[in-house]
C-alpha cells in the first residue's frame, strides 16, 4: 500500500512539473515575442492576431483552427487592453511566481504522501 501511495505521489508530482514547465515556457515565449514592454494598448489586438504559431504547436494544431484561436484572442486582448502597463510590469517577475506556487504546491504533496505513509504505519495488522 506504501508503494502504491508514494506512485501516485510521483506520478501527480510529475504532472505539476510538466504543468509548470509548460507555463513558464510560456511566459518566456510571450517574453520573447513581446519584448520586455508590451505594444500601446491600441496595438495589442493587432500584435495578438499576428503572432506565429511555434513550430512545435503547428505539427498539433491545425492553422485554421489556432487562426480563430488568435483572432478571438486578439478581441480578447483588446477588450482588457487597460491592464496593459501591469502586464508589462508582471511579465518579469511572472515565472518565479509560477515556480513558488510550484515549491508550495510540492511540498503539500509531500505532506500528503507522508501523512499517508504514517498512517499506514499506525495501523494494525491483523492477527
Keep these: 500500500m506504501r508503494m502504491i501511495i508514494w506512485s501516485l505521489f510521483a506520478l501527480v508530482m510529475l504532472l505539476w512539473t510538466g504543468t509548470a514547465l509548460v507555463a513558464v515556457h510560456f511566459v518566456d515565449w510571450t517574453v ?3 519584448g ?4 500601446t494598448a491600441q496595438e495589442l489586438g493587432a500584435v495578438a492576431e499576428a503572432i506565429p504559431l511555434p ?3 503547428a505539427v498539433w494544431v491545425d492553422p485554421a ?8 484572442f486578439g ?3 483588446e477588450v482588457v487592453s487597460q491592464s ?3 502586464l508589462a510590469s508582471a511579465i518579469n517577475w511572472l515565472s518565479p511566481l509560477i ?4 515549491g508550495l504546491g510540492a511540498l503539500v504533496l509531500l505532506i500528503v504522501a507522508s501523512l499517508g505513509h504514517w ?9
Design 32 to 34: 520573447q515575442t513581446f
Design 36 to 39: 520586455n514592454t508590451l505594444p
Design 55 to 57: 513550430a512545435w504547436l
Design 65 to 72: 483552427w489556432a487562426q480563430i484561436f488568435q483572432a478571438g
Design 75 to 77: 478581441n480578447f486582448i
Design 84 to 86: 496593459a502597463p501591469f
Design 99 to 102: 515556480w513558488v506556487i510550484w
Design 119 to 127: 498512517l499506514l504505519g499506525t495501523l494494525k495488522k491483523p492477527a
